[in-house]
């Protein structure tokens, strides 16, 4: 399964906030759309999913233009994790991770056994079966991220979409989630993820695009493109790119800020 964006300009109206940006996005990786807040990230996803009509270019889904393919079957191949979500109700977290079977079943088809088995399936894959008996609003940030992404797993989808995922989280948590996508990818599925942190492109992504100040679009692998220059261009400081060597010799580089 892949997911393609040909020079696509995005925007609100009229008024273009991104211009000519391109990517494919296949199962078994990760790319990561890279750059500081307000530069127009969420506005890409928006698009993508059908939020917001193009102004330029085309999003494919398998060759397939998106508004060619029905937004039910759109829902089947690519699931969607916001950055936050506040539910009108006090949900149970299965209610939530099952509303991800809706594209699943027939207009006003209540779910039954076989959704809530699947929803048993990918609370216990992400590890978080703990919050089976849980009410969502009444659990933590980093637990609603989880049951987000469990959501969006529930819709058997090969492809994932998921906004800024580690927005608003400790640092813990925001490992847990990191090391969650990473399983993910393992296992197959594909996805496209937003975040305004270099580290996060170090420790998990294969590819980026990054989105500079002055509306350049820059994208390749981690080391092309996750530069000391290029993070200048796109957050207006000074940074150093540094590497630490781990007891199993493996390079982890992170990013420091000069001050």
Do not use: W
């Not at 995005?10 to 211009?19: A, Q």
């Not at 990561?32 to 999913?49: D, Q, W």
């Amino acid at each position: 399964m892949e997911l393609t964006l040909k020079h696509v300009t995005c925007g609100y109206g009229t008024t273009p906030i991104l211009k000519d940006v391109s990517l494919t996005l296949r199962q078994g990786e990760i790319v990561c759309i890279l750059g500081p807040n307000g530069i127009g990230k969420t506005t890409i996803f928006r698009s993508v999913l059908g939020f917001l009509k193009l102004l330029e270019g085309e999003v494919l889904l398998d060759g397939v233009p998106r508004d060619r393919i029905r937004a039910r079957d759109f829902a089947k191949c690519v699931g969607y994790v916001p950055q936050s979500h506040e539910p009108p109700f006090p949900y149970s977290v299965p209610d939530v991770v099952v509303m991800g079977r809706a594209a699943h079943l027939r207009p006003f088809e209540a779910p039954g056994l076989e959704e809530y088995r699947i929803v048993d399936q990918v609370l216990n894959m992400l590890e978080i079966s703990y919050l089976r008996e849980k009410t969502y609003t009444q659990i933590s940030g980093g637990e609603r991220q989880m049951v987000l992404i469990a959501r969006a797993l529930a819709q058997n989808s090969g492809l994932l979409v998921m906004d800024e995922p580690t927005a608003n989280l400790d640092f813990g948590n925001q490992i847990h989630v990191l090391q969650s996508i990473k399983k993910l990818t393992a296992s197959g599925l594909g996805v496209l993820m937003t975040t305004h942190n270099p580290d996060h492109a170090f420790l998990c992504c294969d590819r980026v695009i990054l989105l500079t100040k002055d509306k350049q679009v820059l994208e390749g692998t981690v080391d092309e493109i996750v530069t000391e220059e290029n993070l200048r261009k796109a957050y207006g400081v000074e940074v150093r790119i540094t590497t630490t060597v781990t007891e199993t010799g493996e390079k982890i580089r992170s990013c420091v800020p000069l001050l």
